[in-house]
Each structure stands twice: as C-alpha cells, then as structure tokens.
C-alpha cells in the first residue's frame, strides 16, 4: 500500500483508524482487504475489529463503485411522489439490488435519504447529473444513455 499515508500517523495509535481507513479509501475508492489488514497491523488491532468500524460507518465501502453510480432519492418528497417505483424499475432493468453494483461494474445503484432537490421530486442522480420529476418510462433511456460505449471505447476497437 501506499506508505505516504502511514508516514502521517504514528504506529500503534488506535485514534487514527477512521482517518486511515478514508486516506486508504480515498486512493483506491474503496476498501480493500489487504489494505484492511496493513491498517490493522499498523494500529496494532484485529482485522476484526477493522472490519467492524469499516462496516459501522456508511462513508465505507468493501466492494469497489461502479463505473457509473446511480442514487435514487427517498425523501419525504420523492417517497410521495412514488420514487418506490423508480427504485424497483431501477432495479429490475439494471438486474440488481439497492447496494449492488452490475457484473460488469457499469452500475452501482443506491439509495439516499434524501438529494436536495426536493422541487423535482421524484429524483434521481446518475454520478453528479440531475434527473427530476423522472418516470419509470424514462428509465430505461437514462440507463442506455449510461451503457453505451464511450468514444474512446469505439476508438480502440476500430468504431467510427
């Protein structure tokens, strides 16, 4: 692991362990066991005991994002608005669960509490785009818009 990041706190201190686990999750965008097990051995802790705060926090995460990281809102708002069926078309049309991220690791989809953009509701955002006042019609379009290869993707395999 990167050994820039144990340089900034002392060995054996178990008060840094929250501030290692997001430095190593800031690198690799999740975290990884063997990370896991260089902080536990650096802190002077159990794994267990790593994985317990790991798994405590929702800041953390054990599997890497998807490509594409779809969150559904579930506001007051957006709950009134039917966003339950936004949600369950998401799921069905991307084949997995809320929490899951696509085989291919195209999507991660997930839910929140709530966006902030209670105006639109219901709401959904694909990585930092916006979608308001959305219809499970409207699904499936988004996700196409999000599957298709990029241009970089056509360059490479010959694709004008």
Do not use: W
């Amino acid at each position: 692991m990167h050994k820039q990041i144990f340089e900034k706190y002392p060995a054996k201190d178990k008060s840094n362990l929250i501030a290692l686990l997001q430095a190593v999750q800031g690198i690799y965008g999740y975290l990884p066991e063997g990370a896991l097990q260089e902080v536990a051995d650096f802190v002077g802790i159990p794994l267990s005991r790593v994985y317990g705060v790991a798994t405590f926090y929702n800041q953390f995460r054990l599997t890497p994002l998807g490509e594409n990281v779809i969150r559904v809102c579930r506001g007051t708002a957006c709950h009134v608005c039917n966003s339950a069926n936004i949600l369950f078309t998401m799921e069905t049309n991307l084949g997995i669960k809320a929490g899951q991220t696509t085989r291919d690791k195209k999507f991660t989809l997930e839910t929140v509490a709530c966006i902030g953009a209670c105006s639109i509701a219901p709401v959904i955002t694909v990585n930092d785009e916006y979608y308001g006042k959305i219809t499970v019609k409207e699904i499936p379009g988004i996700i196409k818009k999000y599957n298709t290869p990029k241009v970089q993707d056509k360059q490479k395999a010959g694709v004008k």
